[in-house]
């Protein structure tokens, strides 16, 4: 969300414990019991391949708040890796008891399907428990797993079809040769996304100016469009599993009381008005959408990030790449004002055609330390999808 000047680096990293040897076909089960553990010093990653744990550690560091140049060294990577596995796992236990919650993965016997030098396709029963018991659609199902010999050690090369873990992972391969093939495409996917993170950075340190106390102009006179809402309620909320309500002078830093948008000459203006003073670190994202069929809308999204009197646009794609760019912005006690050029939004949405917008802030947890996960969350009393139409 809010985004900071890169840190230094750590201290040097310290040589790895050795991973036990096991068996290919003991490798997976023995992943799964560190998985469900749900402790970090089980060390699941350790049992994993490097280029998957790569692929692993750089989602954790895409989502780390705020953004900053971590080491990259082989313990470094391992817990990254660890932290996203146990957490990404972890999130779903228990926290709608009520619904069914994930409790945990359990795995069959693995038997050899297909072997390659050090490539090996196993086969298994993989069987994920829920509470209370229920009925779950492809909650046990037989999927092939892949194990690759890698410094003389069997390592697990492939988490699709065994974990619950946003990685997009997609289908399973049905062959050795489909995996190396989607091993392959996967580390130039990582390599991206690391090149994209190291360029977020330099952007982020090159931010020169603080935050304006002048507000930019929006335009004069009768030109353009306007549109709006005024938000009389205070409705700020903790984003975590209970989604409480939250009040008090620190939750009016990010509770919007009214959000106006105006369009001209190839540009829009977003005036954002907190009952409090804004906050110095808070994520505004803008959500535009149009039709562009009988069933289907064009979308387009951005997020003005402010922190520590700094401020950028950002511009995230579907596998969480973010781009900054540059933007006009001012503070003035409880007013935030914003001014980008409608191309900066690379989207399908066409502002100089009518579209509906919503807005919705995030705020960092006051009461979590730096990185932490748990936000604090107000939008316009809209339906995301509905939003409000503009006319520009």
Avoid: K
């Avoid at 089980?42 to 954790?60: G, K, N, S, Y």
């Avoid at 399908?348 to 009461?367: C, H, K, L, N």
Wanted: proline letters at 7%.
């Amino acid at each position: 969300m809010a985004c900071a000047v890169p840190s230094g680096l750590a201290a040097p990293a310290q040589a790895e414990e050795p991973v036990p040897a096991l068996a290919p076909e003991t490798v997976p089960a023995a992943v799964t019991a560190a998985v469900n553990a749900l402790a970090l010093d089980a060390r699941p990653c350790e049992l994993m391949t490097r280029d998957l744990r790569e692929h692993v550690a750089v989602v954790e560091l895409l989502s780390h708040d705020p953004v900053v140049a971590e080491p990259w060294e082989p313990t470094d990577v391992t817990r990254l890796c660890n932290a996203y596995v146990v957490a990404g796992v972890g999130f779903g236990v228990g926290i709608f008891p009520d619904r069914g919650g994930w409790v945990a993965t359990e795995i069959g016997p693995a038997r050899v399907v297909e072997t390659s030098g050090d490539m090996v396709r196993l086969r298994s029963r993989v069987v994920q428990r829920f509470t209370p018991a229920r009925d779950v659609l492809g909650s046990e199902r037989v999927v092939d797993l892949f194990v690759v010999r890698e410094e003389g050690v069997w390592r697990l090369a492939s988490l699709a079809g065994l974990l619950q873990l946003d990685l997009s992972n997609g289908s399973v391969p049905g062959t050795l040769a489909a995996f190396a093939r989607e091993r392959r495409a996967q580390t130039a996917e990582t390599r991206r996304r690391l090149r994209a993170h190291a360029r977020m950075v330099r952007e982020l340190a090159s931010v020169p100016r603080p935050l304006s106390r002048t507000s930019p102009s929006c335009g004069a006179g009768g030109r353009g469009g306007v549109s709006g809402r005024a938000d009389s309620s205070s409705n700020v909320r903790r984003f975590d599993e209970h989604s409480e309500r939250v009040r008090g002078p620190r939750a009016a830093r990010a509770d919007m009381v009214a959000v106006r948008l105006r369009t001209w000459g190839g540009r829009m203006c977003w005036t954002v008005r907190f009952r409090g003073d804004v906050a110095d670190r808070i994520d505004v994202r803008f959500i535009l959408t149009q039709p562009s069929g009988r069933d289907d809308l064009r979308a387009a999204s951005w997020s003005l990030r402010l922190d520590g009197g700094r401020a950028a646009g950002v511009l995230e794609d579907h596998d969480g790449v973010q781009r900054m760019f540059a933007v006009r912005a001012s503070v003035r006690g409880r007013v935030l004002r914003v001014v980008v050029p409608a191309r900066r939004v690379r989207g399908q949405v066409r502002t100089g055609e009518r579209f509906r917008w919503s807005a919705i802030d995030y705020m960092p947890d006051p009461d979590r330390p730096p990185g932490g996960t748990v936000e604090w969350v107000d939008e316009l009393p809209q339906l995301v999808e509905r939003g409000i139409l503009h006319r520009p």
